[in-house]
């Protein structure tokens, strides 16, 4: 027979259990609402930009064989936010039909070219590089032809996806 001095008494007590319970039940529910958050937060900087195409006018105005200046607006998101960007194109149709799109950065250092109707070649004025038709480097420093950038044309519409390159390289790099 015991004692009633030496009862056998649980080793926890009903307050603790609850008390573990609800933790783990908190700390459960926490983390199933922090991990789709940090996800939400984090995810427009992992993910590449998604390019879009930009109607850049009617292609039947652009004069065969001389190059024109066309202005691309277009709707630019950075994380969250979203504005509006005007980027600068030439654009050159074939006899053909056919519509090249370059880009207005020089491939030398940057800077902004231009289109020389007596010359025939497309000018950089910062350090002399100079292009032909087709965009093959004909003079200067320019390590490499000009950029083309994506085109189509749809619905008599020139459609043009927008694209920035690493200046100075003899590859084409995209930023």
């Known amino acids: 027979m015991t004692s009633p001095e030496h009862t056998d008494t649980p080793s926890g007590s009903r307050r603790s259990f609850f008390t573990w319970l609800i933790g783990a039940a908190a700390g459960l529910i926490g983390i199933s609402l922090a991990v789709p958050l940090s996800g939400y937060v984090a995810s427009p900087a992992l993910k590449r930009r998604e390019r879009q195409w930009v109607d850049a006018g009617p292609a039947s105005d652009l004069p065969v064989g001389e190059p024109t200046q066309r202005d691309l607006v277009m709707t630019v998101t950075d994380g969250y936010m979203e504005g509006a960007a005007v980027k600068g194109i030439w654009a050159l149709r074939q006899a053909t039909n056919e519509v090249t ?30 292009f032909d038709l087709d965009g093959k480097v004909v003079g200067g420093p320019a390590p490499r032809p000009l950029d083309r950038l994506p085109v189509k044309i749809e619905n008599g519409h020139l459609l043009v996806q927008y694209k920035e390159f690493k200046s100075g390289t003899t590859q084409q790099i995209e930023i």
């Open 101 to 130: 799109v370059y880009s207005p950065i020089c491939t030398h250092l940057g800077c902004g070219f231009r289109w020389d109707g007596s010359a025939r070649r497309f000018k950089c004025p910062c350090h002399g590089s100079e």
